[in-house]
């Protein structure tokens, strides 16, 4: 039995990639280390943390800022981007065994360069942290951040990602779908009809719009402005989630989680700022933030999703200005994962 293991489940360790000077961040990198070094230190408090750096020089740039600790180990890396949700491995257990799955990753369909991180996982499997483990290469284009599991049988995703030319263009729904429960053990795909955010250049990644928090219970991106550009949209993806049933024939739990205000770039474009983006780790949630009144609306609505966890604001502005946030940036992997440290 194939089954995606759920994020709320135990956890060994959660991987990240600093930004450093030469890559998009450069601009601002000072703000967004500032983040990193926060999500950093939370995670490493919980729980193992590995970072993918690009050096020795980089390497002793983090430790600087972080310190000691050891529940941080290093990976020497090159990157073309940060967003180790969508270029690490995702993880799928068989009969109780993890099995590291290397999805082809293709640039978010050919956007951006992409060449070194389709090439980490390859290059993870070569450190001793990852040495011995079960992999397997899928020859499919996906992205950590294009799916949603509840641990059972069920896979949330958006028809904008998978569906979409620029990613498997030979390849048919039902193809797509074969290739889901394949892999994942899956025998429901819910596939949402809903367009990205602005801002968003992944072709509408369901981390940014819908998450499992249980079994039974999904936050999604509301919005009650009828004036705002998402509205629309976003009020029909509400209905079809109101239409969904859980395994047993119920309907979810849904949680509204509120957009901030927006957040726009030095050339006034809107930046993909969400509440959904958050991360589960052990003992804790951490729930992006943006300096915005709405913040407190989410932190309240997600603590009620998630009563046994501690709920953690971190701080996530800097880190939207190139497109992504708090659960972009991470991967976690389920206890099964037997990494050595």
Request: include cysteine.
């Amino acid at each position: 039995m194939t089954r995606f293991p759920a994020e709320w489940e135990k956890q060994s360790a959660v991987l990240i990639a600093w930004p450093h000077q030469s890559g998009d961040f450069s601009n601002r990198l000072a703000a967004v280390e500032q983040s990193y070094r926060f999500i950093a230190l939370t995670i490493s408090s919980h729980q193992h943390l590995i970072i993918v750096c690009k050096d020795d020089s980089h390497q002793q740039h983090i430790q600087a800022q972080l310190g000691d600790i050891a529940t941080i180990a290093y990976v020497q890396a090159e990157m073309n981007d940060i967003w180790v949700r969508d270029t690490a491995f995702l993880t799928a257990e068989q009969n109780n065994a993890a099995i590291l799955l290397n999805f082809t990753f293709n640039g978010w369909g050919g956007k951006y360069a992409h060449d070194h991180d389709n090439a980490l996982n390859g290059k993870l499997l070569e450190t001793p942290i990852f040495a011995g483990l079960n992999s397997q290469a899928v020859d499919f284009i996906l992205e950590g951040g294009s799916v949603e599991s509840d641990g059972i049988d069920t896979i949330m995703t958006t028809k904008q990602c998978l569906l979409n030319p620029n990613r498997n263009n030979s390849l048919t729904l039902f193809e797509i779908e074969r290739e889901l429960r394949q892999q994942f053990g899956a025998t429901r795909i819910f596939w949402i009809d809903q367009p990205n955010l602005s801002g968003d250049d992944t072709d509408a990644h369901i981390d940014t719009l819908a998450r499992f928090c249980t079994a039974d219970t999904i936050a999604y991106t509301s919005c009650e402005d009828p004036q705002d550009p998402h509205y629309a949209s976003l009020k029909n993806m509400e209905e079809q989630l109101q239409g969904l049933r859980t395994n047993t024939g119920e309907r979810y739990q849904l949680v509204p989680l509120p957009m901030p205000k927006p957040i726009f770039d030095e050339e006034g474009c809107q930046l993909p700022a969400n509440y959904a983006n958050f991360l589960i780790i052990n003992g804790a949630v951490m729930v992006p933030v943006y300096e915005d009144d709405n913040d407190a609306v989410a932190l309240e609505r997600l603590a009620a999703c998630f009563p046994e966890h501690k709920i953690i604001a971190t701080p996530c502005r800097p880190l939207v200005h190139q497109y992504g946030s708090l659960h972009c940036m991470t991967m976690q992997f389920p206890a099964t994962v037997a990494l050595t440290f």
